[in-house]
């Protein structure tokens, strides 16, 4: 597509539910980014997928996140038993490559755990 | 560990003059740099970068310097206008992230421009 798109973009989540956010990267980005962002926050790093390599979790908070990406394209964040301090904005960003060149974020997805 | 981070968490200035916001980083290494525009309700906006080997660049209304000697970053905008009102977020790249480590980009905490009108 012509640029990165996430869905929902807004959710609204009992505790403990488990939830799933999608990311679906500009095509033939082989390199996709999840961050997390407070509200007035900066970004936080979550995860990383480069191609067909193995995943950069190192930033993923808890056990409770995983990410998985499809097929070299859509990446999907699920987050189980929701907690109150998960409610952010989630943002994907893709790039052609990691090493060179910026990202191109999406408009995030906002989780708000009640 | 090292980071990036910004001088003035906060700027406000008059519409028509020119804005000037710092980024501070602390990896010499670093050799590439971005600084990306935040609007409410909306993800990071590339803004304009800026390799090492370059200490100036130009864009449309704005300039980016990068002072490698202290390790400063700054992005100044010109005749600021109420559509520049956002948060202002640098980034920096080093060679030791390629291949991983922190999604290759670390981000700055970020710097809010209102512009009065």
């Known amino acids: 597509g012509a640029g990165v798109s996430q869905s929902p973009s807004n959710k609204v989540t009992e505790k403990g539910k488990d939830v799933e956010l999608r990311c679906d990267p500009i095509?033939?980005?082989?390199?996709l980014y999840w961050y997390r962002q407070s509200l007035g926050q900066g970004l936080e790093f979550l995860i990383y997928?480069?191609?067909?390599?193995?995943?950069?979790k190192s930033g993923l908070p808890s056990d409770r996140f995983s990410a998985e990406r499809t097929g070299g394209s859509v990446s999907t964040l699920t987050i189980q038993r929701t907690q109150q301090e998960d409610s952010a904005v989630y943002l994907c960003?893709?790039?052609?490559?990691?090493?060179?060149?910026?990202?191109?974020f999406g408009s995030g997805t906002r989780l708000t755990v009640v | 560990g090292e980071s990036v981070g910004l001088h003035l968490p906060t700027l406000s200035v008059q519409e028509g003059d020119n804005s000037i916001i710092n980024c501070a980083y602390s990896n010499s290494a670093s050799d590439y740099f971005i600084w990306y525009k935040q609007e409410s309700g909306k993800g990071p906006q590339f803004i304009i970068d800026i390799r090492s080997n370059m200490d100036k660049r130009q864009g449309q209304r704005v300039t980016v310097l990068l002072n490698k000697t202290v390790k400063h970053l700054s992005l100044q905008i010109a005749a600021t206008q109420p559509g520049d009102s956002a948060v202002y977020f640098c980034?920096?790249?080093?060679?030791?992230?390629?291949?991983?480590?922190?999604?290759?980009?670390?981000f700055g905490k970020g710097t809010k421009l209102s512009v009065k009108p």
């Open positions: 095509s033939g980005h082989t390199a």
């Open positions: 960003a893709s790039s052609l490559a990691a090493a060179l060149g910026g990202y191109t």
């Open positions: 997928f480069q191609g067909n390599s193995a995943p950069d």
């Open positions: 980034a920096e790249k080093s060679p030791l992230n390629y291949g991983g480590s922190q999604g290759n980009l670390i």
